[in-house]
């Protein structure tokens, strides 16, 4: 259920380590076979050299076999709306399709929902 997505991402990003950003992120992935990964955003001194909430997400699906991304929940523990960088959302287009829904969160509940096609249009493809 998404709502359950909302909780796990809100878990997620309360174990973000971003302390030069201060900007703690969390994301969870539902594959089409009902399997969920969670992830927050990770920093260094070399800061921005880090990575965000979604890559590790997707690092999980990875490393436990792999998987179609069905959905994504965002969330940004102090901010109303946290949509997913550029990057991430190529990294999101290579797991999931236009059709993947992400969930976009505050911290209550999920405030929108769109398509991976709609944040990400006409997207590179090799
Ligand atoms: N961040 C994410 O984790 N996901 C996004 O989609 C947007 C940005 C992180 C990266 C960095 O640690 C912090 O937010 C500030 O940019």
Known sequence: MA???HQLALQAAK?????YS???VGAV???TDG??????NIENAAYPEGWCAETSAISHMIMDGGGEIAEVA???LKADLCTPCGGCRQRLAEFGSEQTKIHLCDQEKIT?????GELLPK???L
Request: glycine share 6%.
């Open 123 to 125: 997207s590179f493809k």
């Open 22 to 24: 201060k900007f703690p």
């Open 112 to 116: 929108d929902t769109i398509t991976l």
């Open 3 to 5: 709502a359950d997505l």
């Open 29 to 31: 992935i539902k594959t």
């Open 15 to 19: 174990k973000s380590y971003s302390p």
């Open 74 to 76: 965002v969330l940004g």
């Open 35 to 40: 399997r969920i990964y969670s992830g927050c």
